[in-house]
RNA sequence: GAGCCAUUAGCUCAGUCGGUAGAGCACCGGACUUUUAAUCCGGGUGUCCCGCGUUCGAGUCGCGGAUGGCUCACCA
């Protein structure tokens, strides 16, 4: 490799014509003493202020940079769209006011360049705001042709692998994008004024507690000691009520070592929060506030369109225990049997159930299978067996229930929460338990956290706690159908 | 991890019964000083996802593989 940022242009046998074409343009320009890279431009008005402005600002000089989408050229006139982050406005480029080798210069010029425009704003004959052309600087020359302008880029590996063509030829991504960040201000707002902290606890955990889900593993080289990527933050931010705070949450990435699909992505983004001296009931209550404010700011109601569907998220929620919605919806009342008779029923029923699955398996599959597929309106869904929620307090009334909820939406799970379970004694049973369905080859169950049982043992206060799903929540209000359209870089496998 | 489907030009897509590769946009050359999916004239730019096989002959049929999508399983 040499110096001259030209010397690739050699390996022309590797390029196709357009981009062959595109080079040599580079090259020209080059030569002309021309930097098509050229460098920063102080806009003095976007896109979209041009035109919402343009009764003030008409016949007025203005500043404007960005990307060329598309061009008409008419002989000794041209016409070309300039895009950036606020949106379109025409370019007028003409011979007499650019002279012969301005205009020249327009023959070096493709779709995709960004350009520093300085112009007059005027309005054509036809009506269409714009800006003619007195002088442009090529800011960055584009090397490689984008997808047509009528299509746009549709396939959707293409679309995830190369997100940056994605964004620039198809204008509802970036839409999807400005949102998912907006929901997330208001969410922050919104804990942030009723008095929540925000912290950060370590991703790399020694014990990937928190939640039933496999972990991924790391190495730390300097301690030569395997660590987890956490899966859930649920277990430091306890320990932090312990230690008096009152009110927290962590807004952040989780980990979790398991399939792929329109609804999981190998690392995701999930809101945490815990309130001392409160419980289940007051998680249910914030759940649905954030859901009715976030679609207010967002939409100006409490009803929102998912799928062609409308969706009414006007708090309350109804609630509704999960024995109660099995019977409900598969006619089977699967209340107080032990591990035998709910297999028997699920036998009977032509479920698929694992020869030893216990009394919470059963009830998990039967919920699957009738329920959650009923699940569109907002509803919580409470009263989670005990073997399945090792972190949750017990029910007062039936201690082999406990106090949690799952709020469903559109048949997704979009959020977990209950009352903490702040009894060290039971914690500890609760993680000899899952230690033994741990050698039984159940991998995700819970690891033990002697720490953390240590930390109960000095008192932590009552509290609820929730972990808000924020990926689904920005694909119900983006109405997105697959978890990828809300993530900026889905994981894609390596192209070989 | 299993099943079904897809993969052809830079992009979006056709391609019949197995007979030697097509369109639109983009691009290149020409005309055109208010167009806007500009228009008009001329030009096809290709590892038909990869490999093996069947066949006189494979984009097309068979087998194996890669990647993606959907469904299922696990979870939020």
């Known amino acids: 490799m040499n110096e001259q940022p030209m010397d690739n242009t050699e390996n022309r046998e590797e390029l196709n014509e357009l981009m062959r074409v595109r080079r040599d343009k580079l090259k020209d320009l080059f030569d002309l003493g021309i930097d098509p890279f050229g460098e920063k431009f102080e806009r003095t008005h ?24 598309s061009m008409r050229t008419h002989g000794k006139a041209s016409f070309a769209d300039l895009v950036d982050h606020t949106g379109r406005i025409q370019l007028y480029f003409r011979v007499n006011t650019l002279g012969e080798e301005g205009y020249a210069l327009l023959q070096k010029l493709d779709i995709g360049d960004i350009l520093g425009v300085t112009g007059k704003i005027f309005r054509t004959r036809r009506g269409e705001i714009s800006v003619e052309v007195q002088d442009f600087k090529f800011l960055s020359k584009s090397l490689r042709p984008l997808p047509e302008k009528w299509h746009g880029l549709k396939d959707v590996d293409l679309r995830y692998r190369q997100r940056y063509v994605d964004l620039i030829v198809n204008p509802g991504v970036r839409e999807v994008f400005e949102t998912r ?13 009723r008095g929540y902290i925000e912290v950060e606890t370590p991703m790399l955990h020694v014990i990937a507690g928190g939640a039933s889900a496999r972990p991924f593993t790391t190495h730390h080289n300097a301690l030569d000691m ?22 927290v949450f962590e807004l952040g990435k989780m980990f979790r070592n398991e399939g792929i699909s329109t609804k999981h992505n190998p690392e995701f983004t999930m809101c945490e929060l815990y309130m001392a001296y409160g419980d289940a009931s007051d998680m249910m209550k914030i759940t649905e506030e954030i859901y009715a404010h976030v679609a207010m700011e967002l939409v100006g109601s409490t009803k929102i369109v998912f799928q062609g569907q409308e969706i009414d998220l006007t708090p309350p929620w109804p609630r509704k225990p999960m024995l109660e919605a099995i019977k409900e919806y598969s006619g089977v009342d699967l209340t107080g049997l032990n591990d035998e008779q709910a297999r028997q029923l699920a036998k009977e029923k032509g479920l698929e159930i694992e020869p030893n699955a216990t009394y919470a398996h059963v009830l998990d599959e039967f919920f699957d299978v009738y329920v959650e597929p009923h ?16 972190l949750a307090k017990r029910k007062k009334d039936n ?3 406990t106090d949690r909820f799952e709020p469903f939406i559109v048949t997704w799970e979009v959020a977990n929460g209950f009352t903490e379970l702040n009894d ?7 993680f000899r338990q899952q230690m033994a369905q741990r050698e039984k080859g159940d991998d995700e169950a819970h690891m033990m956290d ?12 009552p509290a609820g706690g929730l972990g808000l799903g924020i990926d689904r929540m920005v694909m119900l209000f983006t109405d997105s159908p697959s978890i990828r359209d809300v993530l900026l870089f889905p994981h894609m496998r390596p192209r070989s």
């Open 181 to 193: 960040s907006r929901i997330i201000q208001i969410l922050r707002n919104f804990l942030s004024e």
């Open 226 to 247: 395997d660590l987890y990527l956490r899966i859930a933050p649920e277990l430091y931010l306890k320990r932090l009520l312990v230690g008096g705070f009152d009110r």
């Open 375 to 390: 699940l569109i309106q907002p509803v919580f869904i409470t009263d989670h067996p005990v073997e399945v929620s090792p």
């Open 450 to 461: 002697e720490d953390y049982i240590r930390a109960l043992e000095h008192g932590m206060p």
């Open 46 to 69: 976007t896109a979209q202020e041009i035109i919402d402005r343009f009764d003030e600002l008409e016949e007025q000089d203005t500043k404007i940079c960005g990307r060329i989408m």
């Open 399 to 401: 201690p082999r229930l």
């Open 424 to 430: 060290p004694v039971d914690q500890e049973q609760r």
